[in-house]
């Protein structure tokens, strides 16, 4: 049965899809069979991964709202082992849509289920905010992955999600536990060095020993379709996010 990793933060552009694209992509390299799903409407991990978001015949819009089934929404990647459910804006409608449906909360666990045991891992790739989408992520997951910004606000609104896992396992989803934080876009200045004090001596063990670099070749990957290790296999970010899977999978 595959282990479900849900990352998300409702704050926008703290790493998220670079996270979830790139842990897949090494998971995938190290031989282990891995499903991203896209949970974004931006699209975003749909067309970092290589695919063209403006001509999908199916996504996970259809599998949310339309029954299509999630295994005719499983499409292969460049990547070996790394399967992909895309997604694209039409998401966004399922944001309301999603409202009057039964067990709404549960959608995507529901529709994941029959898929479960052809992967190991699943990988989500969650929206900049707290909505039934995202919510629908947690309620699927066997873990939440927390990328935090090694910037000054950095923690700010890490307790409204923290209570937003807290209600989900009091609601939906109660084996629900935080696989861990994960510091990104670290830079060599002092203000991203006292994030990272902070930051640990707020959330101790639960915070990854592997720290994601500020690394240009992580933001020019996705311009080509690839994940970072399929792009420059030695640049700072692929060996960040090479050493965050061994971290992973030695943990799990
Ligand atoms: P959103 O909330 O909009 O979904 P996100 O949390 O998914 O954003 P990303 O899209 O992963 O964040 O990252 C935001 C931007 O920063 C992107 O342009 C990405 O390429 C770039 N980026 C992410 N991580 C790094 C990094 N470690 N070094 C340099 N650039 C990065
Ligand atoms: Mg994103």
New binding site residues.
């Given amino acids: 049965m595959a282990h479900v990793i849900v990352i998300t933060?409702q704050?926008?552009?703290?790493?998220?899809?670079?996270?979830?694209v790139n842990l897949s992509a090494c998971l995938a390299a190290s031989g282990v069979k891995t499903l991203l799903i896209d949970l974004?409407p931006?699209g975003?991990a749909t067309s970092g991964i290589g695919l063209d978001k403006n001509n999908l015949e199916f996504t996970l819009y259809d599998v949310l709202i339309n029954e299509t089934l999630m295994a005719n929404v499983i499409y292969e990647t460049q990547v070996e082992n790394l399967h992909i459910v895309p997604s694209d804006k039409h998401l966004a409608g399922a944001e309301v849509e999603l409202v009057d449906v039964p067990r709404r909360e549960n959608r995507l666990r529901d529709t994941i289920e029959p898929i479960r045991d052809r992967y190991e891992y699943i990988i989500v790739?969650s929206?900049?905010s707290l909505s039934l989408l995202t919510v629908n992520g947690l309620a699927a997951g066997d873990s939440v992955l927390i990328?935090l910004q090694c910037e000054y606000y950095a923690l700010e609104g890490l307790s409204e999600l923290l209570q937003t896992i807290i209600l989900v396992r009091d609601n939906v989803n109660p084996a629900l536990k935080l696989q861990g934080v994960l510091l990104?876009?670290?830079q060599r200045t002092n203000l991203s060095r006292q994030v990272i004090e902070d930051v640990r001596a707020h959330l101790g063990e639960k915070v990854y020993q592997t720290v994601?670099?500020?690394?240009?070749t992580?933001?020019e990957a996705?311009s080509f379709g690839k994940p970072v290790i399929h792009y420059d296999a030695h640049c700072a970010?692929a060996l960040?996010y090479l050493a965050l899977t061994e971290e992973i999978l030695a943990h799990n």
């Fill in positions: 933060n704050k926008g552009g703290v790493g998220k899809t670079t996270t979830a974004d931006q975003n790739d929206p900049p990328p990104t876009m670290y994601i670099p500020r690394n240009v992580l933001g996705p970010g960040a």
